[in-house]
T-cell receptor, first 112, second 112 residues
Framework: GQQLNQSPQSMFIQEGEDVSMNCTSSSIFNTWLWYKQDPGEGPVLLIA?????ELTSNGRLTAQFGITRKDSFLNISASIPSDVGIYFCAGGYGGSQGNLIFGKGTKLSVKP | NAGVTQTPKFQVLKTGQSMTLQCAQDMNHNSMYWYRQDPGMGLRLIYY???????DKGEVPNGYNVSRLNKREFSLRLESAAPSQTSVYFC???????????FGEGSWLTVV
């Protein structure tokens, strides 16, 4: 099936650092979503993007829907320890086509 | 994850046993989904229901059946469990298909 390429697979942060991750696809999507998953929990929606070029913020998080509709990025500014977790991007077609396609995740850990 | 309730949270099955995972939502959403999450594989769609009375196969439907009992409830059944079905299962909903999906807290299933 179709896949999204999400990078990086993992990264280590130090408190206060800015973080950036992205997803790319060979296909066009109508929706890009970003989720965060904590251990033992379900993914929680962070930001939803519905229009090419759209730039949306949620507190320290900013995400953009690429103008080609084939990519999206998520930035986290001034990271804090509770930002640790796995971040997933998801692309959707909307309408009657049902499901989202998920990236494999970016694992954010704290530098020792 | 408020609004999407999955049961059971944890289950151990013997190979060949059957069981049903239950999902209920109080968000009045039309669409419901079942995903499985495996290490390194991300979230993969098993089945979805775009609206009450309809169900469709996702990426990995083999070995599973679903029932959209009413608008609130969407169950996932394993007729004859196999060790390859050991996974974390997530139910999810959204108001319109492929738009903004909200996840339950997950069900951890082990087949021995």
């Amino acid at each position: 099936g179709q896949q999204l390429n999400q990078s990086p697979q993992s990264m280590f942060i130090q408190e206060g650092e800015d973080v950036s991750m992205n997803c790319t696809s060979s296909s066009i999507f109508n929706t890009w979503l970003w989720y965060k998953q904590d251990p033992g929990e379900g993914p929680v929606l962070l930001i939803a993007l519905y229009k090419a070029g759209e730039l949306t913020s949620n507190g320290r998080l900013t995400a953009q829907f690429g103008i080609t509709r084939k990519d999206s990025f998520l930035n986290i500014s001034a990271s804090i320890p509770s930002d640790v977790g796995i971040y997933f991007c998801a692309g959707g077609y909307g309408g009657s086509q049902g499901n989202l396609i998920f990236g494999k995740g970016t694992k954010l850990s704290v530098k020792p | 994850n408020a609004g999407v309730t999955q049961t059971p949270k944890f289950q151990v099955l013997k190979t060949g046993q059957s069981m049903t995972l239950q999902c209920a939502q109080d968000m009045n959403h039309n669409s419901m989904y079942w995903y499985r999450q495996d290490p390194g594989m991300g979230l993969r769609l098993i089945y979805y229901s775009a609206s009450e009375g309809t169900t469709d196969k996702g990426e990995v439907p083999n070995g599973y059946n679903v029932s959209r009992l009413n608008k609130r409830e969407f169950s996932l059944r394993l007729e004859s469990a196999a060790p390859s079905q050991t996974s974390v299962y997530f139910c999810a909903t959204d108001r319109r298909s492929g738009n903004t999906i909200y996840f339950g807290e997950g069900s951890w299933l082990t087949v021995v």
